[in-house]
Nanobody
């Protein structure tokens, strides 16, 4: 059974860092464009970052550029989202998705979603 599992969320103070992981089972992540989405309470879901398949081009939402980094470890079949200088407005449920291409910070033609991990930035 193909599935994605996120981990690494938690509570962090403003200015802190977290690294989220998205690990696949049942399929190989390096064949897909992997995106991270987030959804805050009362807000629409938004694409935060995307890494393409093949050449690993990366794309970011403007509000996270310079603070977040998306990367792959194909040996571990895992994609990471390193989040630095976190702000309260980064709070939300972060989910990873496997798709066929990135357009800006969004992965499209999606084939699999994870359940999400909560990130809370608060003092």
């Amino acid at each position: 059974q193909s599935q994605l599992v996120e981990s690494g969320g938690g509570l962090v103070q403003p200015g802190g860092s977290l690294r989220l992981s998205c690990t696949a089972s049942g399929f190989t992540l390096d064949r897909y464009a992997i995106g991270w989405f987030r959804q805050a309470p009362g807000k629409e879901r938004e694409g935060v970052a995307c890494i393409s398949s093949g050449v690993d081009m990366t794309y970011y939402l403007d509000s996270v550029k310079g603070r977040f980094t998306i990367s792959r470890d194909n040996a571990k079949n895992t994609v990471y989202l390193q989040m630095n200088s976190l702000k309260p407005e980064d709070t939300g449920v972060y989910s990873c998705v496997a798709g066929h291409y990135c357009s800006d910070s969004v992965s499209y033609d999606q084939v699999s979603w994870g359940q999400g991990t909560q990130v809370t930035v608060s003092s």
